[in-house]
Nanobody, 118 residues
Framework: VQLQASGGGLVQAGGSLRLSCAASGSIGNINGMGWYRQAPGKQRELVAMITSSGSTDYVDSVKGRFTISRDNAKNTVYLLMSSLRPEDTAVYFC?????????????WGQGTQVTVSS
């Protein structure tokens, strides 16, 4: 199973970026797809998650600014980030999880850097 993330970069405060992450390989039925981020010196945190039924969850700091979506046919998850702030600067990791008879199995992408300048 491989997760290929793209779309990070440098943007000015107030700008927008869209992250994409495509899952490939023998992954089975994906339950959840999402994005985590980790800023220097901080713990990794969940940014947004979307389930197979379309239910979404966001960390409070991005509500109203970020939108997560997914294309089930392509096993791809997107994160549209708008009104970006310097505090959004972090490495963003895509995450996919599958829940099977043995429990939850998580898969991670390689991380993509998002830098927001003030």
């Amino acid at each position: 199973v491989q997760l290929q993330a793209s779309g990070g970069g440098l943007v000015q405060a107030g700008g927008s970026l869209r992250l994409s992450c495509a899952a490939s390989g023998s992954i089975g039925n994906i339950n959840g797809m999402g994005w985590y981020r980790q800023a220097p010196g901080k713990q990794r945190e969940l940014v947004a998650m979307i389930t197979s039924s379309g239910s979404t969850d966001y960390v409070d700091s991005v509500k109203g600014r970020f939108t997560i979506s997914r294309d089930n046919a392509k096993n791809t998850v997107y994160l549209l980030m708008s009104s970006l702030r310097p505090e959004d600067t972090a490495v963003y990791f895509c995450n996919v999880y599958v829940v099977g008879w043995s429990g939850r199995q998580d898969y991670w992408g390689q991380g993509t850097q998002v830098t927001v300048s003030s």
